[in-house]
């Protein structure tokens, strides 16, 4: 994907996840990574913006090592976005997309904690066989002060650990914030999202109270469809 697709991408993307509810006012952010051939480094949208009403030519361009180079001033969130990039790299799987967004049903989860969440460290259990495909573990991170640093050393970590113990991480659960989820194309990522959100919403509407998939149906989903669980 050359610069310029991506930044219309990112855009497209933005404009959808509003449009249906998925992101509301200034809340969340999109990052992609360019390819070497198309100039390296990162495109990521700027701090304070409305995902619905972006504009290619004000997106953030982001050199390899973390500098601003053009564009509206960065999202503050662009060091866990790096780190997220690094990280997934490092374990073989390597993003070119992340996205947060403040998702409802999601952050209602980190307020109305689950026995599940409490005993496992981790957003869902696997109800559905869609969410076990597309989105997997979910780990919560602790809360701390939107763009705090010391998180994108916390997932990074997180990520570093799952794929030890050979679980693909596609997100992680910001406490009180939001997700973050990355995959190869800005379309991709945004199908995990929304896949995690209403994964959430079936959740909540069943007060914690439906039952999980069973370990022969997560096995067979692995052995099936490789799902990371």
Excluded at 12 to 30: C, E, K, P
Excluded at 43 to 71: E, H, N, V
Excluded at 115 to 125: D, K, M, R
Excluded at 201 to 221: H, Q, R, V
Aim: net charge negative; proline share 6%.
């Amino acid at each position: 994907m050359t610069e310029s697709q991506a930044r219309e991408e990112i855009c497209r993307v933005g404009a959808s996840l509003f449009a249906r509810g998925y992101v509301h006012a200034t809340a969340g952010n999109i990052s992609t990574r360019l390819a070497p051939e198309h100039g390296g480094g990162f495109l990521i949208t700027p701090t304070d913006a409305c995902l619905g009403f972006l504009d290619p030519a004000q997106l953030a361009r982001i050199g390899d090592d973390g500098a601003q180079l053009s564009g509206a001033r960065a999202s503050k969130t662009i060091t866990l976005h790096r780190a997220i990039y690094r990280a997934t790299e490092a374990a073989g799987q390597p993003a070119t997309c992340v996205m947060h967004t403040h998702s409802t049903h999601l952050v209602a989860l980190t307020l109305r904690r689950s026995g599940y969440l409490e005993q496992s460290g981790e957003l869902l259990p696997p109800i559905t066989p869609y969410f076990v495909m597309k989105v997997g573990r979910v780990p919560l991170v602790p809360y701390q002060r939107p763009g705090a640093p010391a998180v994108a050393q916390e997932v990074a970590q997180l990520i570093a650990e799952y794929a030890s113990k050979g679980r693909q991480l596609r997100a992680v659960m910001l406490d009180r914030l939001g997700p973050n989820v990355w995959h190869r194309t800005p379309s991709e990522a945004m199908a995990t999202l929304e896949e995690l959100e209403e994964t959430a919403k079936l959740w909540l509407l069943s007060d914690f109270s439906c039952s999980s998939l069973g370990d022969s149906d997560l096995a067979e989903l692995r052995e099936t469809f490789a799902a990371s669980w």
